[in-house]
Structure formats: structure tokens, C-alpha cells
């Protein structure tokens, strides 16, 4: 894909695990509109290696679906379902004739609609807004259903519990695009892992909290899988675990179990797959 673009149709990457880029390396450009789904569980330890196969196949010119499997490790995302890759895969199965999905379509942002109305919870209602906005099937909204969905979004950040949550979310991205940025690297890890930690502290009952609480553990996994092949390979693992000893002890203490829950069951609510539709 990264060598012969222009013969590539699309892609479809599951929690990767190589990072084959290589900085400075100049790669040509996708054709416009080449569609590329890149999904990874939430405690996949290849994680980092995803967020940066996303953003270089966006910046390559790839129209890019990201789908975090909120809750899961490494395994495919059949549980609870992925609507993302359901209309992903639907939408290329009808490249020829996407009128065909009007009625999918339309069925889908109905469910939308009902599925916001009757959600009470500020954050979670914002929450939902935008991963539709996100999804696949986005692409067929109109101007007037996009300025819809802008304009609910900016009034639910007046309210105070979204307003609450979008300072540990600005820490929690700027984070997240640190971690993508530095790689699969052990050095990279160590640094994040303070920020994950920092902001799970800040607000460990907060969405944004928790999620940077799991993340922290899940990176806390990766530093361990990383010393233990190193002192496998005779290598050099260098003293993280043991000089940051306080810090690995306070991250033992997050509940891992009712958080993994937690985002399961948010997954569940912000979801509305295709084949609910059917029944």
C-alpha cells in the first residue's frame, strides 16, 4: 500500500502491528477518496502503531476511518459491534451504486435522532453527536443535517458537565497525539505514561478521566512487555519500573476491571449498528 498506492482500492487494518514508516521518507499520494479503516482495541498494546497509521495514510491523501474498540484488547470487534466497519464495508461493497444505501441511511440517522433525544446525560449525549458525526455514513449528510448536528453540539458544550469534561479532553488528545507521534518506542511510553497519569488524577470520575486511566495501564502493560524482551534479548531494559516504583503502585490501584465495564457499556450506548436495524 505505501509503495503502490494508486493500485490500492482500499484497506482495511487491524490493530497493526509494525510500524513501517520511516521519517522523512517521502511516499507519493493516494487517489482522492481511497478509503482506508484502521481499528484497534482500546488495550491493544500496538495501540501508538494505529493512531500512526492513521494519520499517515490521512496525510497521504486516504480518506481515513478511525474506530476505537472502547474496552476491548486485542480481538476482533464483534462484541459489542462496530457500526463504523458495518457501514464501512457497506458503503465499498456499493461504490457503484451508493444510492442504494438512501434507505440505510436514512433508517440509521432516525435511530440517531431517537437514541439523543432519549438520552439524558449531557457528556454522553455529546459523546453520541459526534461519534454519528464521525461515522462512515456521515459522508451522506446533507448541509442542512450537518449544521444540525453543529449546532446541538456547541449548545451541549454550554452546559456545565461537557464544559466540566473538555479541559481534561483537550490534556487527553494532546496526549494521545504525543503517544501517536512518538511511536512504539519504550521512551516514548515512559513520558506518556505521567501525562495518562496526571490527567486520570485530575478527574478519575470524569469520561475523559477514566479514559486516560485505562490508557495509563495499558501503557503501563507496554513498558512491561517491552522490559521483559529486552531482558529476554540480553538488552539493556533499562530502570522506568523501578525508579518510578510510587507512580506503578498508584496505577495498580485503578479499578482496571469496572473500567474496562465502564467503557463497554459506553460503547453499547453510543452504538447503533446496522443489523439493530434490521430486527
Do not use: C
Request: zero cysteines; proline letters at 5%.
Amino acid at each position: 500500500a505505501d509503495k503502490h498506492p494508486l493500485k490500492i482500492a482500499g484497506a482495511l487494518i487491524l490493530g497493526a502491528g509494525v510500524n513501517p514508516f520511516r521519517e522523512g521518507e517521502e511516499l507519493p499520494r493516494f487517489r482522492e477518496d481511497t478509503p482506508v479503516y484502521v481499528g484497534v482495541g482500546q488495550l491493544e498494546l500496538n495501540y501508538a502503531v494505529s493512531l500512526q497509521s492513521a494519520d499517515h495514510y490521512g496525510k497521504r491523501g486516504a480518506r481515513v476511518t478511525l474506530d476505537v474498540y472502547d474496552g476491548l484488547g486485542h480481538q476482533p470487534a464483534s462484541n459489542p459491534q462496530s457500526e463504523y466497519l458495518e457501514q464501512w464495508l457497506l458503503i465499498e461493497a456499493h461504490r457503484d451504486g451508493v444510492k442504494q444505501l438512501r434507505p440505510a441511511f436514512d433508517t440509521w440517522l432516525a435511530k440517531v435522532g431517537e437514541k439523543v433525544a432519549a438520552t439524558e446525560h449531557p457528556v454522553t449525549k455529546y459523546l453520541m453527536l459526534e461519534r454519528a458525526g464521525n461515522a462512515p455514513f456521515a459522508r451522506f449528510l446533507n448541509k442542512v443535517q450537518r449544521q444540525n448536528f453543529s449546532a446541538q453540539l456547541e449548545q451541549l458544550k454550554k452546559q456545565q458537565a461537557v464544559a466540566e469534561e473538555w479541559e481534561l479532553r483537550t490534556r487527553y488528545e494532546s496526549t494521545r497525539r504525543n503517544e501517536s507521534d512518538g511511536g512504539f518506542r519504550l521512551a516514548n511510553w515512559e513520558k506518556v505514561i505521567l501525562d495518562y497519569a496526571t490527567i486520570y488524577r485530575r478527574g478519575p470520575q470524569t469520561t475523559f478521566g477514566k479514559r486516560a486511566g485505562i490508557d495509563a495501564l495499558r501503557v503501563l502493560d507496554s513498558i512491561r512487555e517491552a522490559v521483559r524482551q529486552r531482558t529476554k534479548g540480553g538488552r539493556d531494559p533499562g530502570d522506568f519500573l523501578s525508579k518510578n516504583a510510587r507512580l506503578v503502585s498508584e496505577l495498580e490501584q485503578i479499578p482496571r476491571s469496572a473500567l474496562v465495564s465502564y467503557f463497554e457499556n459506553l460503547r453499547r450506548t453510543l452504538t447503533i449498528p446496522l443489523l439493530e436495524m434490521d430486527h
